[in-house]
DNA sequence: ACACTAACTTACTAATAGGTAAGTTGTCAA
DNA sequence: TTGACAACTTACCTATTAGTAAGTTAGTGT
């Protein structure tokens, strides 16, 4: 992977993060990047291409903050919320979570990017589950049964909550923050 | 408001839904309702025009749910998911709530549909707390005082939820709504 | 000095987008 | 019968899109 590569995947994601992956266009890489169309086309021959990369990068940060946080000295009833906070870091303000972002334009996207975006869906649910499960046979979250279903409350609650913090400002995303907080701790 | 206005409107409901409000054209429009591109401009000048009528539409829409739901026969305490689940069931498979999706593209929305797109979600948000903080008065919800967190909470999890089960099935939004449930009957 | 190659640029194509101006058609009232 | 208006169609414009083919340039190994 050669430098440049990385650094249009880097910028698609900035875009995919602000526009979406439909709504981003080759020329905007191009001027961003102060090269032309053609040389995009040059290291992703096609659209689709590029978004299978970008998919296999968000696939290893999805890895990578799995595996930082297993090795983390924290407490293991901590480890959920802070797997969800180091996610939100990964994205800055006035954009959305680059998987979200993709679930949207999901029906318009080629089966191959489908097919990713799917597995990585499924592995941040699963990852987070996990998570809730150490967290719970930590002594953790006496009243919970349910960790699946927990978890996927905790990352659609999460999802939605950055979609909706780019309208209604910072403050709507503390009080969900806040929510998730008074949930995991009623032990 | 003639029939063809209200026509065209329901229609473009339905593409915001499954392709969102910058991916429909009016082409899309006009091939599907058998007339041209040009006769929908003659009832929506802009695209804009057609968003914002949209926006109208989905307030009253909204605004009819909850006085509905004021006025039906069911226990206080049940009311908020009641309301969820009305809401929720106003979105076709494959598809996303349209509030979701404008959302989704606000960024490159013109302002007057910004404007209404901030109002819609910031009502949604208060009918929720509204109805939770009825059925708290009534003596559900006892161990909950955060009453606008859990709104947020509940909100944005059916919104990220809805856009999850396109992705990974109807299954994935049933252990949300599951979660919703335990959540709201812990008294 | 020479050939090869990576990383481009220039110049193009076909398709699609939103939007407009001018003309057509059917209906209804005076 | 005639005029007026609503609801269109035809024909166009400009901008932008993804994508391609062919040519250029800078560096590298021999």
């Known amino acids: 992977m050669t430098k440049k590569k990385k650094q249009i995947i880097l910028l698609t994601m900035k875009f995919i993060k602000e526009k979406g992956f439909l709504a981003f266009s080759y020329d905007d890489l191009a001027k961003e990047l102060g090269i032309t169309k053609a040389g995009i086309h040059y290291h992703f021959e096609k659209k689709g291409d590029l978004g299978v990369a970008v998919c296999t990068y968000l696939e290893e940060t999805l890895e990578q903050t799995y595996s930082d946080i297993k090795q983390e000295t924290i407490k ?33 996207l080629p089966g191959t990017m489908q097919e ?30 349910d960790l699946e279903g927990l978890a996927a409350l905790l990352i659609t609650s999460a999802k939605g909550g950055l979609q909706y913090q780019r309208v209604l400002g910072d403050a709507f995303f503390s009080k969900v923050w806040t929510a998730f907080n008074k949930l995991l701790k009623c032990d």
């Open 116 to 145: 990713k975006v799917r597995q990585i869906s499924q592995r941040e649910v699963r990852i987070l589950t996990e998570l809730l499960e150490d967290a719970k046979q930590d002594g953790g979250l006496k009243a919970m049964d």
């Open 76 to 108: 293991t009833t901590d480890k959920p919320l802070v797997f969800l906070s180091k996610r939100a870091a990964q994205v800055d303000r006035h954009a959305v979570c680059p998987i979200s972002a993709l679930q949207a334009d999901y029906n318009d």
